[in-house]
């Protein structure tokens, strides 16, 4: 008899362009993942509402999330992808899990912080309650197993809070999710500009390579990405702008390519202009097959839909157990 694998959630906010970093950071795990797990991948555009993006943009922007992660690898025939708002009983669970949401600890999360500093005119109830609507995302599925960033740990800390006070107080029903990541295959693509920060979805284009761009953006990027002049002495030491366009090579480049340049950088030789160039041919080769893939998937609206349709019905099957369970315990069951 098999045994039943443990599930895995996550999901991606459909906003600004999916870049090199989430690739190797994020997509690159999830396929891994499909293998060993029973996962369930979702956009987030529930999520997205909070900045009140244009509806038309909204409906293309999920289109093309959903489009690039199956161009990058997702098997649809091995892991549940679905819209948030395919599946209405994570509305309900989120208004059950609000009920256990207290306003201190919600004003407290260093990202509704920020946010409030940011947008001051938009300080909403749907950004204040963001980490119960993220941890019901994951509950709702009862995963154990959560590919987070750092930046996320305190929102999936929220999420084991939020399934300890329910069990506490109405009878045990979800895990506690863990993160989870292989720790062997984690990488952090920095930004080109050699600034130190990472490549954004919607910040600084120039200096992030997108999944979409066109083999010529792609060539330009790179061949203004910063480098150093360096003193050209042997065994200096290596500026992090280099090494950081190093590790990308490591990337997408033969071993033999990054030992040339990492040598020549050592002996006080390196050419950075034919590194860029080499780089650049090597970026094309790994980012149009995604690019074509995800723009022909673009263009069969048909089949995003069916792959949605059929991810929603299997999300929402496991929810709807999830969601019963929740009201049986708290005595929201008069029919039965």
């Not at 993006?53 to 922007?61: C, H």
């Amino acid at each position: 008899m098999a045994t039943e694998k443990e599930i895995v959630v996550s999901g991606i906010r459909p906003t600004g362009y999916l870049h090199l970093g989430n690739y190797f950071g994020a997509i690159r795990n999830y396929i891994r993942m499909q293998e060993e797990f029973d996962c369930y991948f979702f956009v987030a555009d529930w999520h997205s509402l909070t900045t009140h993006p244009n509806p038309k943009d909204l409906q293309a922007n999920v289109m093309r999330v959903l489009a690039e992660n199956i161009a990058s690898g997702l098997d649809p025939e091995k892991v549940t992808l679905y819209a948030q708002s395919h599946v209405p009983e994570i509305a309900e669970l989120y208004l059950l899990m609000n009920m256990l949401a207290y306003k201190g600890e919600l004003e407290k999360v260093p990202t509704f912080k920020d946010k409030v500093r940011l947008q001051p005119e938009n300080v909403n109830a749907g950004l204040l309650t963001y980490p119960v609507l993220m941890s019901v995302d994951i509950l709702i599925q009862r995963a154990v197993k959560v590919p987070v960033g750092k930046d996320q740990g305190q929102h999936l800390e929220m999420a084991r809070n939020f399934a300890q006070r329910f069990n506490n107080r109405y009878g045990n029903l979800f895990p506690e999710p863990v993160a989870f990541n292989y720790g062997d295959n984690l990488v952090r693509i920095l930004s080109l500009d050699g600034k130190g920060g990472k490549m954004s979805k919607s910040e600084n284009e120039m200096s992030t390579l997108y999944l979409s761009d066109s083999d010529e953006q792609i060539r330009k990027k790179l061949g203004k990405a910063k480098t150093d002049s360096g003193s050209g002495v042997p065994g200096e030491p290596m500026p992090e702008s280099v090494a950081n366009l190093i590790e990308i090579m490591k990337l997408v480049s033969t071993p033999d390519t990054v030992q040339f340049y990492t040598d020549a950088f050592n002996a006080g030789s390196i050419r950075y202009g034919d590194m860029k160039t080499q780089l650049g041919e090597d970026m094309v080769k790994f980012i149009a097959p995604i690019r074509e893939k995800a723009k022909d998937l673009q263009e069969n609206r048909a089949y995003l839909h069916k792959i949605m349709k059929e991810g929603a019905e299997k999300a929402r099957a496991n929810a709807a157990q999830t969601l019963q369970q929740a009201r049986n315990l708290m005595g929201l069951n008069y029919f039965e």
